[in-house]
């Protein structure tokens, strides 16, 4: 059995076509949904408002990581943004897919397809 | 160790967050091997981590004081977790209300946790607690598709 701790890392860095480019490692639960709550609230009063979030090295979420992106969903696509997902392990689109938030979040193969799929920054 | 071997293991687990990814470990480590499929065993893990959330967040108010006890009973037709606490029966009106956003929010995630909780299992059933039984207990049942 793992003794790894209960791990989870969101980082933030700035990417092409005016998004902000979100990195989740680890795992997304309960414990550790706060931790990306914090980070998507300091880049949305930093002005971003079209967020592409990285799920590579994601192996785990649970509801409360689906709860985060709810909190700020509808606050980025009042101001004509969005929050599109990419780059899910099977596992962890399995629990989008359970849910059908596809209708609520656009999901992309990869984090390229999710940058262009917004229109050109002015 | 056969598949369909009767088997049974418990786990207890202080209501703090911080014990989710022990839960976890140990669903896991209990199931494998058993003949589920990968993606009845991501389920399963998935259930009994939402509903321990559920109990820690809502019912305990993450008070590290509080126990939750987890049985897991497999055999040749199902697997069972028993997760049983010694909380009050939750009502949900006497949380006391934050604001609205975090209102909302609170009630978002825990009706999400339930809806999971209902996609993967095949049965869920709560048993408060009454004279005769001290614990309130959720039942949690997968059957066998194999």
């Known amino acids: 059995m793992s003794k790894t701790p209960n791990t989870f890392i969101a980082d933030v860095r700035q990417g ?9 490692t680890g795992y997304l639960d309960a414990h ?29 979420i649970s509801s409360a990581g689906l ?39 656009d999901i992309f193969n990869t984090v390229d397809e999710a940058v262009i799929a917004f229109p050109d920054a002015q | 160790m056969t598949p369909f071997s009767n088997h049974s293991e418990r786990l207890q687990i202080v209501a703090s967050t911080k014990s989710l990814q022990s ?10 091997g058993h003949g589920f ?6 389920g399963i893990v998935l259930a009994v981590d939402e509903a321990c959330a559920n109990l820690i ?9 509080q126990v939750i006890e987890i049985v897991v009973a497999i055999d040749h037709k199902q697997i069972q977790v028993e997760i049983s606490d010694s909380a009050r029966p939750f009502d949900p009106k006497s949380v006391a209300q934050p604001n609205m956003d975090d209102y909302l929010r609170e009630r978002r995630v825990g009706g999400l946790g339930i809806s999971l909780m209902r996609r993967v299992m095949d049965d869920i059933r709560y048993v408060p607690a009454s004279p005769g039984q001290p614990r309130n207990t959720l039942f ?5 598709t194999a």
């Open chain 2, 57 to 65: 967040t809502h019912a305990f108010q993450h008070d590290p004081s």
């Open chain 2, 37 to 42: 499929t990968d993606f009845e065993e991501n």
């Open chain 2, 140 to 144: 949690l049942t997968k059957r066998r």
């Open chain 1, 16 to 24: 092409p076509n005016d998004t902000c480019l979100i990195d989740l």
């Open chain 2, 23 to 32: 839960v976890r470990e140990f669903i896991a480590s209990v199931v494998s």
């Open chain 1, 32 to 60: 550790t949904a706060s931790d990306l709550e914090q980070v998507i609230k300091a880049a949305f009063d930093g002005g971003c408002r079209r967020f592409v979030v990285n799920f590579a090295d994601l192996d785990y």
């Open chain 1, 67 to 105: 709860g985060v992106f709810m909190v700020f969903i509808e606050d980025v696509k009042r101001d004509s943004g969005d929050i599109k997902m990419a780059a899910m392990k099977d596992k962890v689109f399995t629990v989008f897919d359970l849910l059908g938030f596809q209708v609520l979040f």
